[in-house]
């Protein structure tokens, strides 16, 4: 299974709600990413978990929160968020954190839209 | 800090002419790069990448990739072009941060094959 699932493929929200993306991998990766990604644009990298644990924080606004319940799931909390947040929300992982490996699997993404 | 740049935003090149999209890089120490492919609405999907050994490196789908320290480049490339191959390509490299992988991507280039 070489898969990184995202769900939902498609969310719409407004200001006030809270709602949360899921991320699920089975091929015993350590490392999990979430990175925001705007229309025709790279991907930007919000986070990263290395065994569970956060390790990166690229200065993402607190109404996002990231939670890695066990090493197979990643989720991204999302409250009070801003029409700007409206993007592709992206999951990657890869092996071991510190192999030189380096090739991250993404899944298909979520696309979030805020009113 | 490690980057990459992708100087073309668009390339446009005939079905079953040869292709090449450039990368260049800005590295201190071993450079560790990648190529990656998005098409519309799907996440990124891994090519090839370079690590060490073999300036040629061969990846999914027909590409090459010439790693050329003298030119700090590495240009991604295809015998003979498909419509298929239409999509955007993500140049990237691989950085660590306080022992943590990151994976930071160029700027993207958007191919068409012309049938």
């Known amino acids: 299974d070489t898969e990184v699932t995202q769900t939902p493929k498609h969310l719409v929200m407004g200001m006030t709600n809270k709602k949360s993306l899921k991320c699920e991998q089975h091929?015993?990766?350590?490392?999990m990413y979430w990175y925001k990604q705007k229309a025709k644009k790279p991907p930007e990298l919000m986070f990263v978990?290395?065994?569970?644990?956060?390790?990166i924080n690229e200065s993402v606004p607190s109404r996002f929160s990231p939670e890695c319940p066990n090493s197979s799931l990643l989720n991204l909390h999302l409250h009070a968020l801003q029409p700007e947040d409206s993007a592709l929300y992206l999951c990657a992982s890869s092996q071991e954190p510190g192999s030189n490996t380096g090739e991250l699997f993404f899944g298909e993404g979520s696309r979030l839209t805020v009113l | 800090a490690q980057s990459v740049a992708q100087p073309e935003d668009q390339v446009n090149v005939a079905e079953g002419n040869p292709l090449t999209v450039k990368c260049t890089y800005s590295?201190?120490?071993?450079?560790?790069l990648f190529w990656y492919v998005q098409y519309p609405n799907r996440g990124l999907q891994f090519l090839l990448k370079?690590?060490?050994?073999?300036?040629l490196v061969k990846g999914s789908y027909g590409f090459e990739a010439e790693f050329n320290k003298s030119q700090t480049s590495f240009h991604l490339k295809k015998p003979s072009a498909l419509v298929s191959d239409s999509a955007l390509y993500f140049c990237?490299?691989?950085?660590?941060?306080?022992?943590?992988?990151?994976?930071?991507f160029g700027t993207g280039t958007k191919l068409q094959v012309i049938p």
């Open positions: 990237a490299v691989r950085d660590m941060t306080g022992g943590y992988q990151k994976v930071t």
């Open positions: 370079y690590i060490t050994g073999d300036n």
């Open positions: 978990y290395s065994y569970e644990k956060l390790s």
């Open positions: 091929m015993g990766h350590r490392a």
């Open positions: 590295v201190s120490g071993n450079p560790y």
